[in-house]
């Protein structure tokens, strides 16, 4: 082909080890290439098909990596991060009465959010996590946070019916929201706003029913925590007579723009709500095990054909925000629980690390998997490490055996935010003296309580 009829494209990455897709056939491409104009992804296929289409202004080789997509996080709450490490080995009632609570009333300001939220967007860019959803207080400057570093974000402003601390009393909840939706910068195409009920025993049916109203009116994602704890279902059957999930879906909370965090405690009539409704999940594996608060049955989940992200759930209960991590968990864990080795396979859990989870948390049609026509929001991984060595099966190392330090390069619609291991948008060095001032301010905090 002559070289004046190629297509021109902004950049080319080329001879990659192996591209994986993360599409419909779950094609890989060994060797890959994949072409990128205007942040969008314009083709997928061999070094050599490409090079004979593209004429490319930069060429990206990538010999010795895997490219896969960006990694969704389905449920972060992304401030918390500065409550890393503060309490832990704790039931969870005791936990957040005792410790989190507590610290959130004393130090949650604007400031708070946007320094514990850019510190949890950095973390997650170096370990390959293009895309969050978010739910916090103070949203509007987690947004700003998720704005400066480059990521792709839900962002879910909280709603309980106690005092919070953007919401000191709850009957002004509704005009905190209407600020909170006023006030969300529109300057990114890459965040969108959310709403975030933190769970059903801490919001009423009104709470619930017009949280979701405003949510539906505005094409927003809902958000909830739901049966995180056993003790939580037995609260709202004492409360309501049926079990949280069945509560949600006679208050027509569930839909397929419902999003419903944890859903540990749930049996087979709600597994068939939640996938009748269309109603998603977010696993967080992690978080559910430190708290001691159960295993949700994942593999019933998806044999349902509900769509299930991973969440790392927020630091401080976690207490990372790495998603390989939580892959290699869930790959594990549900095997032990139902003495089953066949479930939960490499690449059903990849899957729910990118294209369920982006399909959880609406973000779909436009990431999740490396295909033409969605954002190149991708990560390049460096194989050339002793624990990655040999390869038969590039999505068997991604899963279990990969770790989030060997994300070399990282692009979120096709700009490169992480560069041979350097996050281009954030000074790392800067931000962490910063995140050391505010701990220092809090362990104070908690020593003089
Ligand atoms: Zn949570």
Redesign the pocket.
């Known amino acids: 082909m002559d070289r004046h009829e190629k297509t021109p494209a902004d950049f080319l990455i080329t001879c990659v080890d192996h591209v994986i897709t993360c599409d419909d056939t779950f094609q890989v491409f060994s060797p890959g290439a994949i072409a990128v104009h205007q942040g969008t992804i314009v083709a997928v296929g061999t070094p050599c098909e490409l090079h004979q289409r593209y004429e490319a202004k930069e060429t990206v080789t990538l010999s010795g990596h895997i490219v896969l997509p960006g990694l969704v996080n389905t449920?972060v709450?992304g401030a918390m991060s500065l409550f890393r490490g503060l309490a832990d080995d704790l039931p969870l009632d005791r936990w957040l009465h005792e410790h989190i609570f507590p610290a959130e009333s004393r130090h949650v300001q604007p400031d708070f959010v946007f320094l514990g939220t850019l510190l949890s967007c950095t973390e997650m860019l170096l370990g390959g996590t293009t895309c969050f959803c978010d739910?916090y207080f103070f949203e509007e400057a987690a947004a700003q946070a998720a704005d400066l570093c480059g990521i792709r974000a839900v962002l879910g402003q909280g709603i309980l019916d106690f005092p919070t601390p953007d919401a000191p009393d709850p009957k002004a909840v509704r005009h905190r929201i209407q600020a909170f939706l006023e006030n969300f910068p529109r300057t990114s195409a890459r965040l969108r706003p959310s709403l975030f009920c933190h769970a059903p025993y801490t919001c009423s049916p009104e709470t619930l029913q017009w949280a979701k109203a405003v949510c539906t009116d505005r094409g927003m994602l809902f958000q909830i925590?739901v049966s995180e704890t056993r003790w939580e279902v037995e609260t709202i059957r004492s409360r309501y007579g049926t079990s949280p999930v069945a509560h949600l879906e006679r208050l027509g909370i569930l839909d397929d723009q419902t999003l419903c965090?944890h859903a540990v405690w749930i049996d087979d009539q709600e597994i068939h709500l939640l996938a009748e409704t269309g109603a998603c999940m977010a696993h967080?594996v992690e978080s559910n095990l430190k708290l001691a608060s159960g295993i949700a049955p994942i593999p019933a989940v998806l044999k349902a054909g509900i769509p299930v992200g991973l969440g790392t759930?927020?630091c401080a209960s976690n207490n990372d925000l790495d998603l390989f991590s939580e892959m290699s968990l869930t790959a594990r864990v549900h095997k032990a629980v139902t003495g089953n080795p066949t479930v939960c396979d490499a690449r059903r859990v990849l899957l729910m690390a990118t294209r369920m989870g982006a399909h959880a948390v609406g973000w779909g049609a436009a990431t999740g998997s490396l295909e033409v026509g969605k954002k190149a929001d991708m990560v390049a991984l460096d194989m050339e490490r002793a624990h990655l060595c040999p390869l038969y099966d590039p999505t068997s190392h991604v899963v279990y055996a990969a770790r989030a330090s060997d994300v070399r390069h990282v692009w979120v619609d096709g700009v490169p935010v992480v560069r041979d291991g350097v996050l281009k948008t954030v000074d790392v060095p800067n931000l962490l003296r910063e995140v050391r001032k505010a701990a220092a301010v809090i362990a104070e905090g908690m020593f003089f309580r």
Do not use: R
């Open positions: 449920h709450h739910g925590h965090a967080c759930d927020g």
